[in-house]
């Protein structure tokens, strides 16, 4: 799958982070191209207005991005679980925009079968937040 070919990737068949119900954290990992770290941050410092509504409308909400050298973290909640989301998102002709504006920044996105490139949680430890 070619980076302008996602949104959020597919959605898979088997259970997994695509099939998270509402509230539920997702973790996916893309890949920049060498080079692309300062246009990658100018854009999202930039985000269109209809991109960030488009979030909303989907039910995206505590959604981080992380960036380690190449290696992009995103981490994000739905109100409506993920499936829901893909399906607002993917049939969005402001995601279709968004996602060809940044194509040529990405090395990676998906595995061989085109699957997003889920991160699996091994660990959490909710602690006690402060009073």
Do not use: K, N
């Amino acid at each position: 799958m070619s980076p302008a070919d996602a949104s959020f990737g597919p959605v898979a068949a088997t259970p997994g982070p695509a099939d998270a119900g509402p509230g539920v954290q997702v973790c996916h990992l893309y890949r920049l191209r060498p080079g692309a770290e300062a246009e990658y941050e100018r854009r999202h410092a930039e985000i269109w207005p209809e991109m960030s509504a488009l979030l909303d409308e989907a039910g995206i909400y505590d959604y981080h991005i992380h960036r380690h050298g190449l290696l992009l973290i995103c981490v994000l909640r739905t109100r409506h679980g993920f499936r829901h989301a893909s399906r607002v998102t993917d049939g969005s002709p402001v995601q279709r925009r968004w996602t060809e504006s940044l194509a040529h920044l990405f090395a990676e996105i998906a595995d061989a079968d085109g699957e997003p490139l889920w991160a699996y949680p091994v660990f959490h430890h909710p602690g006690h937040p402060p009073p």
